[in-house]
């Protein structure tokens, strides 16, 4: 079992500041600085995916993550292309396909930013990206440290489920342990086990996460210019569309519109959906597209959708809420509102709201 008593002696040079310190806080430093730990975490011929070693700064974390379990699992961060996209960081020997796919399950999905180079993105996009090559180039056994260190507590807390999910839908047989000491994510990232430093325990866990509650009002088209930039088609939208906002703990986090269909008395199609990049990942844009067909659907329209992102293909291709009444691998013809992009020249699937849920 991964278990060893650690030791770890630095010499201390008596420099002048350093004599100066001890007279001070009346203290004796001796010839060296000397640490241990006695650690035993108990995981060898256990199932299991994603470890967490909790601990406070300076509580060993490193160390430990270093001497048991190997400088080669060690992860220190990719290096990427100075002024190449983000996609081209990837090792050529995975296709596009896997790329994006990849990008999108740790709760990427700006697939505009996609096209631009790791240095401009911003933190939580950075950590995603990163995560992103790990589910697909990190070694069997990979050991993250600082995980989420380096993004805001929001951002930590979804990344984290989105990495749950990423982990434990994929196929590899991979194992990730995580360094951290950011207790509030463990909840979110549900590890198999957990270490914790402070009080020198292991627990085998099985958390449940949290509930996302979000609210859904009615509101003013001119709201989609905070969300406008995020869309993988296009900025625009027609003023006729009928807007909604969405909350989670006060704060906007996604944007739905719809629009009826010409020519079909009774149907409504959906416009616009986008989920801001730092709540992405945890299904929120998932939960809009159902409960909003739904309250829909008891108003007595029959509610169509539209799209060729990825996630929102795959979302529907596995609910049964929802049926493929067409798939369209070019895409539509052009459109006739000047500077309006459409999904010509990508398949695009087109479906149907078949659920019954009764969500007011």
Not at 220 to 231: D, L, P, S, V
């Amino acid at each position: 079992m991964p278990s060893a008593n650690i030791v770890v002696e630095t010499d201390i040079e008596s420099t002048f500041r350093v004599q100066q310190v001890a007279a001070l806080y009346d203290v004796s430093f001796g010839e060296k600085s000397k640490e241990s730990w006695d650690v035993n975490i108990p995981i060898e011929n256990t199932d299991w995916r994603i470890g967490l070693i909790l601990g406070p700064s300076g509580s060993g974390k490193t160390t430990i993550g270093k001497q048991l379990f190997g400088e080669s699992a060690y992860h220190t961060g990719f290096e990427w292309p100075e002024n190449k996209a983000v996609v081209d960081g990837f090792d050529k020997k995975f296709s596009i396909k896997e790329v994006c796919g990849s990008l999108t399950a740790v709760g990427f999905g700006s697939t505009p930013n996609w096209s631009r180079p790791f240095r401009v993105l911003s933190n939580g996009e950075k950590f995603r990206s990163e995560l992103a090559r790990i589910l697909l180039e990190g070694p069997s056994l990979c050991v993250i440290d600082e995980f989420t260190s380096v993004v805001d507590r929001t951002v930590a807390k979804v990344g984290s489920s989105a990495v749950h999910k990423a982990v434990n839908r994929s196929d590899n047989g991979r194992q990730y342990i995580m360094l951290s000491c950011h207790y509030d994510i463990a909840e979110w990232l549900r590890p198999d086990w957990i270490y914790d430093l402070s009080n020198n325990a292991f627990t085998r866990r099985c958390l449940r996460r949290p509930d996302i509650k979000l609210e859904i009002y009615r509101t003013h088209h001119k709201t989609w210019g905070m969300f406008a930039k995020y869309h993988y088609l296009t900025s625009k939208m027609h003023v006729a569309a009928q807007s909604f906002i969405v909350l989670w703990e006060d704060k906007p986090v996604a944007f739905r519109s719809y629009l009826p269909v010409i020519g079909y008395k009774g149907m409504i199609r959906g416009s616009r959906l986008v989920v801001l990049p730092d709540y992405q990942g945890v299904g929120i844009g998932a939960a809009v597209l159902d409960k909003m067909a739904d309250y829909y659907k008891q108003k007595g329209y029959r509610v169509r959708d539209k799209a060729s992102h990825p996630g929102l293909v795959s979302h529907w291709s596995k609910s049964p809420l929802w049926k493929v009444v067409g798939v369209q691998k070019v895409g539509n013809a052009p459109h006739t509102i000047p500077g309006l992009q459409t999904s010509k020249g990508r398949a695009a699937v087109t479906v149907e709201y078949v659920g019954d849920r009764g969500v007011a």
